[in-house]
């Protein structure tokens, strides 16, 4: 595909996922509500399909040798209770011991759900462990279930806990890192990772979102973090219909210009693909080769002030045809190798109506300047 920035060594990126992550059982659910009289019983959006397939995609092209694998084991109750109190796992654990059910906020999970969700937290926290180590350079953690949403007291949003955030903590906890930045670009608001961190200003957050999308009226450009984390929240709320143009000029406007002034000493992605031209549940443009150049953009700042430590966390993305190659593109720039592979739809997508950034959004992104910077 060819994506990497011509400025990108070959790299070691760690690559960390499993079976068991593709076996978290979200049920005979309508899309993503509970089905009943009014709603048919159906499959839910997330469930293996776009996950198995990007992995599928990468031993498909043959790329899997460029990467450094590693299995991950569960993470113990210490580990999660650094985000969330013990009540919150009982409850997951008491939902799955019954047969499964909703676990929180519109998450269902199955028996094996808290196992696997254990494991999603254990990949995250072993590819800290292997970054900081220098083992690796950066690492992309394919896991299931999600975690961008997982607020401390309640599973949200398909999340059951909250990985990347868990992550930020241990990093911290176990490695002595003092200042952490996570860039989401999932569709959605990275509500739980905003919430676990609004009044730390050790940690810089930032979420480009759908404007209003979900969770409801969540991610607004005045929430910028309280007391003494007032100013390390950023909030970029684009429009619907927002492309390459404006995520692009959201990276050079708002993005790093907020990173270079924090200065991480490690960045995290929490990578959500459902801000592509293709998914079923956002109404953003983005191609394979945006989430690469974003990629590129966050290994610069990673290299100048966090020694090149990246750790990407997969969230969201229910495209089951587009997802794989929005996910190799990312490999391949975190990596420096190419799969050789040229995504069929790239092309499609750069030719929709609307790709160059727009008056509304170009007005957005001057907005969230002024408040944030100001």
């Known amino acids: 595909m060819h994506f990497h920035s011509d400025t990108t060594c070959t790299r070691r990126t760690g690559w960390v996922t499993s079976e068991l992550y593709y076996w978290h059982d979200t049920q005979n659910w309508c899309g993503f509500l509970e089905p009943g009289l009014t709603l048919q019983p159906g499959v839910h959006f997330e469930n293996p399909e776009t996950k198995r397939r990007f992995h599928g995609l990468v031993e498909a092209t043959e790329f899997a040798p460029h990467l450094h694998p590693l299995r991950p084991r569960p993470a113990s109750d210490e580990t999660i209770r650094l985000v969330h109190p013990q009540s919150h796992i009982d409850r997951v654990a008491a939902v799955c011991a019954s047969g499964g059910g909703d676990t929180g906020q519109l998450t269902p999970g199955g028996p094996a759900s808290l196992d696997i969700a254990r494991l999603a937290v254990g990949g995250v926290t072993a590819a800290v462990d292997k970054v900081i180590a220098g083992d690796w350079d950066n690492a992309y953690v394919l896991c299931r279930p999600p975690g961008h949403h997982a607020l401390p007291e309640m599973a949200m949003g398909f999340c059951i806990f909250a990985n990347a955030a ?100 490690m960045i995290f992605i929490p990578s959500g693909f459902d801000s592509c031209a293709l998914d079923p549940l956002g109404m953003q443009m983005l191609a394979s080769p945006d989430y690469a150049w974003m990629t590129a953009r966050l290994m610069e700042v990673a290299d100048k002030h966090a020694k090149g430590r990246i750790i990407v966390t997969h969230e969201g993305g229910y495209s089951a045809i587009y997802v794989p190659y929005c996910g190799l593109a990312v490999l391949e720039t975190l990596s420096g190798a190419s799969a050789t592979l040229e995504d069929p739809m790239a092309e499609f997508i750069a030719a929709y109506g609307g790709q160059d950034i727009t008056p509304d959004q170009s007005k957005l992104i001057q907005s969230v300047k002024e408040a944030f910077f100001n």
Do not use: C
Request: hydrophobic share 35%.
């Open 166 to 265: 868990i992550g930020v903590k241990h990093a911290q906890k176990e490695h002595g890192i003092k200042r952490i930045a996570t860039i989401d670009w999932d569709v959605h608001h990275g509500n739980g990772t905003e919430a676990i961190f609004y009044d730390d200003p050790s940690v810089l957050s930032i979420s480009l979102h759908q404007d209003n999308l979900f969770p409801p009226d969540s991610g607004p450009i005045e929430a910028m973090g309280e007391g003494d984390g007032k100013g390390a929240n950023l909030n970029i709320p684009l429009p619907p219909g927002s492309g390459s143009g404006a995520y692009r000029k959201a990276f050079e406007e708002l993005v790093l210009p907020a990173l270079d002034r924090f200065k991480p000493e």
